[in-house]
């Protein structure tokens, strides 16, 4: 009886000590670890534990206690760290978001962004359609022509958002046979952008990327100090549809004969510093200095501007007449 007792308490032994023992540096681990935080504040011990507590931190600061912060993400891991966020942010209020088309329809929207997914940081709504537009391309191959220029324009682009969940940009390519410094003027705004090209600059969003705005409906100035070649599309994003942009070096060079049509754009550009005064079928119409206005197609367009159409077919593909199409 006494054997089995003892046989019993050594086979406890070797149980417990199978357990204890490939812990046992863990939990020196782990000792030495509250040695050390236990001088510490408790803001500076989280700052030790937790990554990102830092990042909180400037959240916390910058933010004012009157701001509702938005917190967006889609995932499951977003909306985990979502609940992790709001009870360090205390006590600022916090709204969380699967998605910004979410935050779109809600009726009291912040004005205070973080993204979630990654290290929390303050950003915008722009900022984070941002991230989600340079995840992929909907342009896969961007043929270039031939031909290199030093000045001309975009006549429209945008970075726009329709009714949820259409995404409107810009996707493009400029390339250089060696470095060129090309000038972007974003107008009528007059956003400058200076990028210095040698090869080939893809771009997923034009508007955004080079001036960090959205915009409905505007066009850009190109310039380079070396011959380059350009090709851009207008994108639907949801459609995942691309047309094709014409660039242009300057207005009309004579008259426009686009038919009456009641179902399409006309868009009238000005390049020049002054009013410009267009003729459209019977109609007149003044576009103001670097101006792009839309109006109605009443039939032939005259005057130093610019002029084309668009319209958009039910699958969302976007058509565009240039007048170097009409005959």
């Not at 975009?154 to 390339?175: F, K």
């Amino acid at each position: 009886m006494q054997f089995r007792t003892r046989t019993s308490e050594l086979l406890l032994a070797i149980v417990l000590a199978s357990g204890i023992v490939p812990a046992f540096p863990q939990l020196l681990e782990q000792l030495r670890l509250a040695r050390q935080l236990r001088p510490l504040s408790i803001h500076a011990r989280r700052e030790r534990l937790m990554p990102d507590y830092k990042a909180i931190e400037k959240i916390r600061a910058q933010v004012p206690m009157t701001e509702t912060i938005a917190l967006i993400g889609a995932s499951r891991e977003a909306r985990d760290e979502a609940v992790f966020l709001n009870y360090y942010l205390y006590p600022h209020r916090t709204r969380t978001f699967h998605n910004r088309w979410e935050y779109l329809a809600a009726h009291d929207q912040s004005k205070v962004f973080v993204r979630l997914g990654s290290t929390p940081v303050v950003t915008t709504y722009a900022g984070v359609r941002s991230e989600e537009v340079r995840r992929s391309r909907i342009v896969r191959k961007m043929p270039l022509p031939p031909q290199s220029r030093t000045d001309f324009v975009i006549p429209i682009v945008t970075s726009a958002d329709g009714p949820p969940p259409v995404v409107y940009t810009v996707e493009g390519a400029l390339a250089a046979g060696r470095e060129s410094h090309v000038t972007l003027t974003l107008e009528p705004e007059n956003i400058v952008k200076i990028l210095t090209i040698s090869g080939t600059r893809t771009f997923n969003d034009l508007v955004y990327e080079c001036f960090g705005v959205m915009e409905f409906a505007a066009w850009v100035h190109v310039k380079s100090d070396a011959p380059v070649r350009g090709a851009f599309w207008l994108v639907n994003r949801t459609a995942r549809s691309a047309a094709p942009i014409h660039l242009i070096e300057g207005p009309l060079t004579r008259p426009a004969p686009f038919p009456v049509d009641p179902t399409v754009n006309m868009w009238l550009l000005n390049l020049g510093d002054d009013t410009a005064i267009a003729q459209v079928g019977t109609a007149t119409a003044l576009v103001p200095p670097h101006g792009l206005i839309a109006t109605h197609a009443e039939g032939t367009v005259t005057g130093r501007v610019y002029a084309f159409t668009s319209k958009k077919d039910p699958n969302g593909q976007t058509q565009f007449v240039w007048p170097e199409d009409l005959k």
